[in-house]
């Protein structure tokens, strides 16, 4: 039986844009956005059948239920950015908020205080003395903003879901979603979101989540509106939406302002096993560097098992990672392990051996129950 939903849900996702060349005067930040619906279930209904109508118009086949905008234009080049603007316009009829939020660091005007209606409150110039990890006395230092937005880069999604049930989702009563938490650093943000009942963890959420996915989709529309020069990183970014979308939208600067919440306290990582989503799909690893020349994670990005395993952590509410060492805490009894060479079946045995006794299937049956269910409907 598939699990029930709480019916106010967000989704979150996140970018780092740069503009400009790294050898000359350049402008970073972080870009987030959060999606909000009131009935998860009907928002879903609307995404497929927009997504099927999409796929056969351009005569594509559909393999995934669920899609991230690099995939889409990686399908769609060289329609992508007017497909990507079509799904935004469609997606935003059954969205209840847009929540827009961005993060750079610049240093203060000292004039602003003697003259704030002519001079502007911030330089163009980014800030060289933030002090991170105060509550380590052996690492305490101060980092510039770029080096802040290094270390916040791939916690950017979770911050902006702080920041959202901060202000908004405590009232309303709002379950989050958000991609895997990257990076080795805790701020009092994160911390609070340790402790959040109303947070989860979708490990490759653009891909199974249709609200991270959809927040993914709009992150990356604004960013191409942003390298168009449509408009620039500020409060005025719903601009680039149309009138009528403009009243469920909001922009949230996370600057200076929310250093104190934002910057790294300690080092480490908070504890997602009460924040992981369950079932996990999780593919025990190969030594496939080879193949493709590139990394495992890459290779196994468009296989068949990869497409299958999004495809059921989509329709059961679960994710799909790569099973690392690190992730023994995390496994539950509901979770699968898919191995597809000798390595990751001899993984396989030792974690059966050691008292894991999970549905554990090769490529080729894991596979082979996708076509049993093709050939039940």
């Given at each position: 039986?598939?699990?029930?939903?709480?019916?106010?849900?967000?989704?979150?996702?996140?970018?780092?844009?740069?503009?400009?060349?790294?050898n000359s005067p350049y402008f970073q930040a972080l870009l987030g956005v959060g999606i909000t619906v009131n009935d998860v279930d009907s928002f879903k209904r609307h995404y497929d059948l927009l997504f099927d109508d999409l796929f056969s118009r351009f005569k594509t086949p559909r393999k995934k239920p669920i899609y991230k905008s690099y995939d889409l234009k990686r399908l769609?080049?060289?329609?992508?950015?007017?497909?990507?603007?079509?799904?935004?316009?469609?997606?935003?009829?059954?969205?209840?908020?847009?929540?827009?939020y961005y993060s750079y660091f610049l240093k203060k005007n000292p004039k602003y205080r003697l003259?704030?209606?002519?001079?502007?409150?911030?330089?163009?110039?980014?800030m060289d003395n933030i002090k991170v990890f105060g509550d380590d006395p052996n690492k305490s230092k101060t980092i510039t903003g770029l080096e802040l937005l290094d270390l916040l880069e791939h916690q950017y999604s979770a911050l902006c879901a702080w920041n959202y049930h901060t202000f908004v989702g405590q009232r309303l009563k709002t379950h989050m979603w958000v991609d895997d938490i990257g990076g080795s650093t805790i701020s009092r943000a994160l911390k609070?979101?340790?402790?959040?009942?109303?947070?989860?963890?979708?490990?490759?959420?653009?891909?199974?989540?249709?609200?991270?996915?959809?927040?993914?989709?709009?992150?990356?529309f604004i960013n191409l509106k942003l390298v168009s020069g449509a408009a620039k990183v500020n409060q005025n970014l719903v601009n680039l939406f149309e009138t009528q979308l403009q009243s469920k939208m909001k922009t949230v600067c996370m600057g200076n302002n929310f250093l104190s919440w934002i910057t790294p306290r300690i080092?480490?990582?908070?504890?997602?096993?009460?924040?992981?989503?369950?079932?996990?799909?999780?593919?025990?690893?190969?030594?496939?560097?080879?193949?493709?020349?590139?990394?495992?994670?890459?290779?196994?990005e468009d296989t068949p098992v990869m497409d299958y395993a999004l495809k059921l952590a989509a329709e059961n509410n679960g994710c799909v990672k790569i099973f690392e060492s690190l992730d023994q805490p995390f496994i539950q009894s509901?979770?699968?392990?898919i191995y597809y060479g000798i390595a990751g079946e001899a993984k396989a045995k030792v974690l059966e051996a050691v008292g894991y006794h999970n549905i554990c299937l090769s490529a080729m049956e894991f596979l082979e129950k996708e076509k049993t269910e093709t050939n039940c409907i």
């Amino acid at each position: 039986m598939r699990k029930k939903h709480i019916m106010r849900c967000s989704g979150f996702d996140s970018i780092r844009i740069t503009r400009g060349q790294t050898n000359s005067p350049y402008f970073q930040a972080l870009l987030g956005v959060g999606i909000t619906v009131n009935d998860v279930d009907s928002f879903k209904r609307h995404y497929d059948l927009l997504f099927d109508d999409l796929f056969s118009r351009f005569k594509t086949p559909r393999k995934k239920p669920i899609y991230k905008s690099y995939d889409l234009k990686r399908l769609f080049y060289p329609s992508s950015s007017e497909l990507i603007t079509e799904i935004v316009t469609e997606l935003s009829k059954e969205i209840d908020m847009i929540d827009i939020y961005y993060s750079y660091f610049l240093k203060k005007n000292p004039k602003y205080r003697l003259d704030p209606e002519n001079e502007p409150e911030f330089t163009g110039e980014t800030m060289d003395n933030i002090k991170v990890f105060g509550d380590d006395p052996n690492k305490s230092k101060t980092i510039t903003g770029l080096e802040l937005l290094d270390l916040l880069e791939h916690q950017y999604s979770a911050l902006c879901a702080w920041n959202y049930h901060t202000f908004v989702g405590q009232r309303l009563k709002t379950h989050m979603w958000v991609d895997d938490i990257g990076g080795s650093t805790i701020s009092r943000a994160l911390k609070s979101l340790e402790g959040n009942q109303d947070f989860s963890i979708v490990v490759n959420g653009d891909k199974c989540n249709h609200l991270i996915s959809t927040a993914d989709i709009f992150v990356n529309f604004i960013n191409l509106k942003l390298v168009s020069g449509a408009a620039k990183v500020n409060q005025n970014l719903v601009n680039l939406f149309e009138t009528q979308l403009q009243s469920k939208m909001k922009t949230v600067c996370m600057g200076n302002n929310f250093l104190s919440w934002i910057t790294p306290r300690i080092s480490g990582s908070i504890d997602k096993s009460r924040h992981l989503v369950h079932p996990i799909y999780f593919i025990l690893r190969e030594d496939v560097a080879s193949i493709k020349g590139t990394d495992e994670k890459q290779f196994l990005e468009d296989t068949p098992v990869m497409d299958y395993a999004l495809k059921l952590a989509a329709e059961n509410n679960g994710c799909v990672k790569i099973f690392e060492s690190l992730d023994q805490p995390f496994i539950q009894s509901k979770d699968t392990f898919i191995y597809y060479g000798i390595a990751g079946e001899a993984k396989a045995k030792v974690l059966e051996a050691v008292g894991y006794h999970n549905i554990c299937l090769s490529a080729m049956e894991f596979l082979e129950k996708e076509k049993t269910e093709t050939n039940c409907i």
